[in-house]
């Protein structure tokens, strides 16, 4: 990038995070840095990217947007990754046995203005280039956002995905959008670290009940359990309420006391 | 790309044209390709390729669109390439010295749209990775489209700007847009060969007349003139009015007659 002298700063919006689950190929680490930059994001987590980082091939291809990659956090877990998002939308065709809202990339990027502009921490979470989000990846985000694509020929470049959902953020910069989907709870907004330590703890007492059978459903029946909390968009205080719940719940099963949970 | 079993046909629309004007590298091509089929575009013109064509990279990056770069419709001047045009929209930002409308993308789609469904034959011209468009490609266009960049951070990568007018045209498949912007001549519109020949055979007989001066204005003085006539989006009819009417003009002049132009 030839920075011109009359050039202004860029525009550089730390949230929505952008976080790559899983990425291949640094080229389009990037060109997904290109991309951001070029409507005004530059939060990005990277989780557990195929060949390592820094990476010198994604800081050729980001042509000038190195600043985005500099501050990139690398993180070796989706887990970590989402620890203090409380909106988690996955960029991913629309999911068959899933049910979450659906939502067009503009109606995506009102309701992350509207989680921002009440504080929330959103991220949009893309898959690896090949494959995509797998079904678990898929289960932890509250809402998808999908893109209307050819039905004969779905299947986006990663970057271009990025691109599309950043150009659509920037698109609605300037208007001041009302909140089509919002919360108006008092207490803050749970977050993916509040609610993994609950799904956790729910799913080692289902699991110690014999809730989870026959063993091939179980990963099915665990997404299906996860994505009924997550439509909820519980905040800190109700998964505090769910969790005791659970431990009232276990307590009355094998005479097991509140306190035994090590979680 | 592997095709489920179940994948429909791809929408594959021949018009708008796609029009890349001198690309560098296979792979943008080739990214190009799959963002078209990825909204359901498939008619695609390369001019003056500087790796030469077929290129392999190019299909390698398409990631299946190879029907796209099949049909794909090599040019090497930008002059054969919109022959048959009727509308000219320039991928740039929004130029300095010429007088043209310049729309955004969805405006961009949505006049486009209302110009096909008249019988009309549209293309996006696209520059070069480095520079983009030159001033004299850019002075071609009956329009300008231009994408809200953050103004610090503004080169868009060639695939991705070619991906965000295939995106932004998807979405407009599906509704009904009025026609913002539309001629309703009863005549058919001029073609770009049309308007060339009368560009050239007008700047002949202007230079004949000693208009142009000093030299180091004239293409400056070019551009501005071709711009003007093309924000009038002429009609054939016209194009041979004007035609007859420089024809008279140059006859009172030095006496030549109608009919020595070779034209």
């Given amino acids: 990038m030839t920075r011109a002298p009359d050039m202004p700063a860029p525009i550089m919006e730390d949230w929505p995070k952008i976080v790559l689950a899983r990425p291949q190929m640094g080229e389009n680490i990037g060109a997904v840095a290109r991309a951001m930059l070029n409507f005004g994001l530059c939060g990005l987590r990277i989780v557990e990217p195929r060949d390592g980082w820094p990476n010198p091939k994604a800081f050729a291809v980001a042509s000038g947007a190195d600043v985005v990659l500099e501050r ?19 960029a991913t065709a629309r999911p068959r046995y899933l049910e979450k809202p659906v939502w067009g990339p503009a109606e995506a990027a009102a309701n992350i203005r509207a989680a ?50 950043a150009f659509t953020w920037g698109l609605g910069r300037q208007e001041t959008s009302a909140p089509e989907w919002f919360r108006d709870a008092v207490s803050p907004p749970a977050t993916q670290a509040d609610l993994d330590a609950m799904f956790t703890h729910l799913e080692r007492e289902l699991e110690r009940g014999r809730f989870f059978h026959p063993p091939d459903k179980t ?45």
Avoid: C, H
């Avoid at 020929?153 to 271009?160: A, D, K, V, Y």
């Fill in 72 to 90: 990139a956090q690398l993180d070796w877990s989706l887990d970590a990754a989402l620890a203090d998002a409380t909106l988690v939308v996955a």
């Fill in 219 to 263: 990963p099915l029946m665990k997404r299906n359990i996860r994505s009924l909390f997550l439509r909820a968009r519980l905040t800190e205080q109700e998964v505090k309420t769910l969790r005791g719940l659970i431990k009232a719940l276990v307590i009355g099963r094998g005479g097991r006391k509140v306190g035994d949970d090590p979680a």
């Fill in 116 to 165: 921002l502009a009440q504080g929330e921490k959103p991220v949009v979470l893309f898959g690896p280039e090949a494959s995509g989000l797998d079904s678990d990846e898929v289960a932890r985000a509250d809402a998808i956002v999908t893109y209307p694509v050819n039905p004969g020929f779905p299947s986006i470049n990663l970057s271009t995905a990025v691109a599309l959902f």
